[in-house]
């Protein structure tokens, strides 16, 4: 069984940090692009920041130079260090791949696994 995980999140000021990982289980983790999804209230999800299995990182433009990507392929967990953060940043933040091929450019309704979200808040 696939497991995804999240944790690290919460109220954090404008121009704080959060740091959101990703614990999985289930997976081929070392062969496989993975990605942080989020979503706002009121609005669609929208791919924030991914990894390919070789390290090659991706960003929205909203968030580079901020948000920086990685992974630890010894143990299977994924991570987003978030710096400067902005209140259009609040959202759930979610851990999720594909499963296979490149998952910057394989839409996110053909995404095969989801953690349950973390929410992430940034207000004064």
């Known amino acids: 069984e696939v497991q995804l995980v999240e944790s690290g999140g919460g109220l954090v000021q404008p121009g704080g940090s959060l740091s959101l990982s990703c614990t999985t289980s289930?997976?081929?983790?070392?062969?496989?692009?993975m990605t942080w999804v989020r979503q706002a209230p009121g609005k669609g999800r929208e791919r924030v920041s991914a990894i390919t299995d070789i390290g090659s990182t991706y960003y929205v433009d909203s968030v580079k130079g901020r948000f920086t990507i990685s992974r630890d392929n010894a143990k299977k967990m994924l991570y987003l260090q978030m710096n400067l953060l902005k209140t259009e940043d609040t959202a759930v933040y979610y851990c999720?791949?594909?499963?296979?091929?490149?998952?910057?450019?394989?839409?996110?309704?053909?995404?095969?696994?989801w953690g349950q979200g973390t929410q992430v808040t940034v207000s004064s």
């Open positions: 999720a791949t594909p499963g296979y091929g490149r998952s910057w450019a394989t839409p996110l309704d053909d995404y095969k696994y």
């Open positions: 289930g997976l081929t983790f070392t062969n496989i692009d």
